[in-house]
């Protein structure tokens, strides 16, 4: 992933969130978090996620030397992953794309009436001026470590829809995977009400919790969802918005329509893109925040039932 530029901070400053109908078309509950429960999915969850997962993924993956799209590298860390989302019950795993094996990890949902498929994903591609030595740990290990933390807790959950856990290969080539799966996904009228993106977003070397969501006009009450979440939660992240212009994932999806929204570290780390991308880099505590955001979301969008 490389940013491009900045834009101008958008003066936002969420407290309360109340009920709202998001452009997406389904009827939101309130954001602030329930009395803690025993029976409460959301707050199990929420304590389910591990920053010591995130870290060993992470650190797994950086030990393939290379994950260069195309190499030898990058097709067992692809295998790797499969496996690792293929071991978890209740997900449908497989690969798409004959070129970029793409890896779709499906939670289905229980409203069998239901035709809308929310996506969370991340690129498993990395790059370096030696393709060679590529460890990509920032850029963007973590990513997919937060998305697998996110498929091995929500997939113990119930929910009314459809959860595609995703993770797209060559990024780095223009987003020539996640472009081959939205144009299946518009070849075949599929519904993505939203996805997900997480990209360089596990880098807080001065634990500042500064975090950036990207979005527009879509996607901007999501954005307020997650401030919400952040405040009502006490999750002690700084947001800031649209301050990073990128390119990743998110813009196969926006482009083809689909509604679409990142989260970013306050910045690249100065090694990424480099041999020097390693797991010492990354704020496993930051990582595990910004998936704890994204779970809320999700969670919430897609109908979490009561356990």
């Known amino acids: 992933m490389r940013i491009d530029g900045t ?6 400053v969420l407290i309360l969130i109340g009920v709202f109908t998001i452009g997406i078309g389904l009827a939101m509950t309130s954001s602030d978090p329930p009395e803690e429960s025993a029976s409460d999915p959301r707050q199990t969850m929420l304590s389910e996620i591990s920053a010591s997962e995130i870290y060993q993924t992470t650190y797994d993956l950086q030990n393939f030397s290379t994950r260069y799209y195309p190499s030898p590298g990058n097709s067992q860390a692809g295998d790797y992953l499969f ?3 293929d071991a978890m019950p209740g997900l449908e795993v497989e690969y798409q794309g004959d070129a970029h094996r793409n890896i779709i990890a499906t939670l289905p949902g ?3 009436a239901s035709d809308r498929v929310f996506i969370v994903g991340a690129h498993y591609d990395s790059t370096s001026s030696d393709p060679a030595d590529s460890p990509g740990a920032t850029d963007n290990g973590c990513g997919d ?9 929500m997939s113990r959950g119930t929910f009314n829809h459809t959860i595609i856990f995703a993770l797209w290969n060559a990024e780095e080539r223009e987003q020539e995977g996640s472009r081959d799966f939205v144009a299946y996904a518009a070849e075949n009228s599929m519904k993505i009400p939203l996805y997900f993106n997480y990209d360089s977003s596990g880098y807080d070397p001065d634990d500042e919790y500064v975090m950036d969501i990207i979005y527009d006009d879509e996607t901007e009450e999501i954005a307020e969802m997650l401030t919400g979440y952040n405040a009502g939660y006490d999750l002690g992240m700084n947001l800031e918005y649209n301050v990073h212009n990128c390119s990743s994932d998110h813009l196969a999806f926006i482009e083809e329509g689909y509604p679409a929204i990142t989260t970013h570290s306050q910045s690249h780390a100065p090694e990424a893109e480099s041999e020097r991308d390693t797991v010492d880099l990354i704020s496993p505590n930051y990582a595990k925040k910004n998936a704890q955001l994204g779970m809320l979301v999700l969670s919430e969008i897609a109908g979490i039932q009561p356990q």
Request: net charge neutral.
């Open 7 to 12: 834009s101008s901070t958008y003066a936002i």
């Open 83 to 85: 496996d690792r989302l």
């Open 110 to 112: 229980k409203d069998g």
């Open 145 to 153: 470590a937060i998305v697998l933390e996110l498929a091995r807790v």
